[in-house]
């Protein structure tokens, strides 16, 4: 089994930043893509940032220039650093990892979620 430990949510004011880290553990041969999602209620929840293995990164629109994904291997941890946070970055933000077990199966794991709310 595989988990994944979100932390650094919070309250924060608009143009103020925050950093989100997420740690994974487990049974973890390999950890592959790992990524950051945010959904806000009644809504989808839409891609914010995902880093691959190799450090290739890919940014939603939003949050290009913002935002920055990176990731620490040796940790098995993925972080976000959100710089000129809006209101509109409200939201539950969750971790998610493609994980390749001993027996060579990957999966996709999510974390807990962890609420990010940006005051005006």
């Known amino acids: 089994q595989v988990q994944l430990v979100e932390s650094g949510g919070g309250l924060v004011q608009a143009g103020r930043s925050l950093r989100l880290s997420c740690a994974a553990s487990?049974?973890?041969?390999?950890?592959?893509?790992m990524g950051w999602y945010r959904q806000v209620p009644g809504k989808q929840r839409d891609l914010v940032a995902v880093i691959t293995s190799g450090g290739n990164t890919n940014y939603a629109d939003s949050v290009k220039g913002r935002f920055t994904i990176s990731r620490d291997n040796a940790k098995r941890t993925v972080y976000l650093q959100m710089k000129t946070l809006t209101p509109e970055d409200t939201a539950v933000y969750y971790c998610?990892?493609?994980?390749?077990?001993?027996?060579?199966?990957?999966?996709?794991?999510w974390g807990q979620g962890t609420q990010v709310t940006v005051s005006s």
């Open positions: 998610n990892a493609d994980v390749t077990s001993y027996s060579y199966r990957r999966s996709t794991y």
């Open positions: 487990g049974r973890i041969f390999r950890l592959n893509d």
